[in-house]
């Protein structure tokens, strides 16, 4: 049978060792059983107050957080404290001096483990006397979803506007239970189909990604995400579309033009032009058709500059005045304009 002596040191041995070298995995350490310690002599044994302590911890805690301290009894010798159990994964480790149980795995998570169970010991080398506890480590439930600073969010557009076009901003922020510096992301969920607005992940800035009609559609209700490594959260954006003049508009409310009866085929009567309104994008062609006034075909109007010119012979005895109807149409809308246009009599020689 091995001496208590060789017993002894080859344990102390071991935890000199443990506490030298970098650590990876804690493993308990190995205490002298009954048998080996048969021979002991008593002084003061060292004993806990309890044979089991309870105590909490919130999840996500940081690393060095203290859990608790399983105290010895008033009197006791001075003693080693380690963890003899319950600590595979090493959430946890204990100060070997102060017995101190602090956390050592910030990813403590509620929902992956809600309760630890430790047995924890205490071994003096000089009364060679040990005892053991048992610790309850109840892991707290803390809040770890993203909180937006609004329920709601309303935002207004018109329509129209660019791929690119600024809509507006959400903005959640981690709860106290998140670790400081955690990430928060954003995300478009629900409402975009047509994939009209897109959203930055980082900063949550919604901007145009698509066409914006109001005459299709005058208000998006949309689901954005907030998430982070913990939790998630959402809200609800509304996106009024604001309706914009979109119809060309004619720089005359009536035209007027004058043409010789003996005019040749193809001689310019006149022009009509409209522009586009502020709410139709830049450079957005507008063409131009007649659409009434003229069921003999007697005009021909350029559908890209608006020129009119003569298309059949012309009779001041049979129609001395046309009243054209010309219209103006972009890819958003149209208008009309009345042109006049007076047939001058030439008289037979």
């Known amino acids: ?53 309870t105590f909490e911890v919130p999840e996500n805690s940081a690393t060095g957080t203290e859990v608790g301290t399983p105290q010895l009894t008033p009197g006791s010798p001075a003693a080693y404290f380690y963890i003899a159990s319950g600590n595979s994964t090493d959430p946890f480790v204990i100060d070997p001096i ?60 018109a ?6 076009t ?54 998006y209700t949309l689901t954005v995400l907030a998430g982070n490594s913990y939790g998630q ?9 604001q309706n914009v003049d979109e119809d060309p508009v004619f720089v005359n409310g009536q035209f007027n033009f004058n043409v010789q009866e003996t005019a040749a085929i193809g001689t310019v009567v006149g022009t009509v032009v409209a522009t586009n309104p502020n709410g139709v994008p830049q450079n957005t062609p507008i ?9 003999a075909g007697d005009f021909t109007i350029d559908p890209t500059t608006g020129e009119i010119s003569v298309a059949n012979a012309l009779n001041f005895e049979a129609t001395p005045q046309y009243t054209l109807t010309v219209l103006a149409s972009n890819s958003l809308g149209f208008d009309t304009v009345t042109v006049v246009i007076n047939v001058q009599d030439v008289l037979n020689a």
């Not at 063409?287 to 069921?295: E, L, P, R, S």
């Open 1 to 53: 049978m091995k001496s208590l002596a060789s017993v002894w040191s080859r344990w102390v041995h071991q935890v000199a060792h443990n506490l030298r070298r970098p650590r990876r995995r804690r493993r308990p350490y190995h205490v002298p059983t009954e048998a080996c310690l048969e021979d002991r002599v008593l002084l003061a044994a060292v004993s806990f107050t309890q044979s089991s302590y």
């Open 98 to 157: 102060t017995g101190v149980i602090t956390v050592y795995d910030p990813s403590i998570d509620y929902e992956t483990t809600s309760q630890y169970t430790l047995t924890v010991g205490a071994l003096d080398p000089v009364t060679n006397t040990y005892d053991t506890a048992t610790v309850t480590v109840n892991v707290q439930n803390v809040d770890e979803d993203p909180v937006f600073a609004n329920q709601n969010y309303n935002f207004n557009i």
């Open 159 to 164: 329509e129209n506007s660019a791929n690119g």
């Open 166 to 219: 600024f809509v507006g901003t959400v903005s959640a922020t981690n709860p106290t239970g998140v670790p400081a510096g955690t990430p928060v992301f954003y995300s478009i969920t629900g409402g975009n189909s047509d994939g009209a607005f897109t959203i930055d992940p980082n900063s949550g800035d919604i901007t145009v990604a698509g066409p914006i009609d109001f005459e299709a559609t005058s208000q």
């Open 233 to 241: 959260s959402t809200t609800t954006v509304t996106i009024n579309v």
């Open 287 to 295: 063409f131009y058709t007649i659409v009434a006034g003229n069921d």
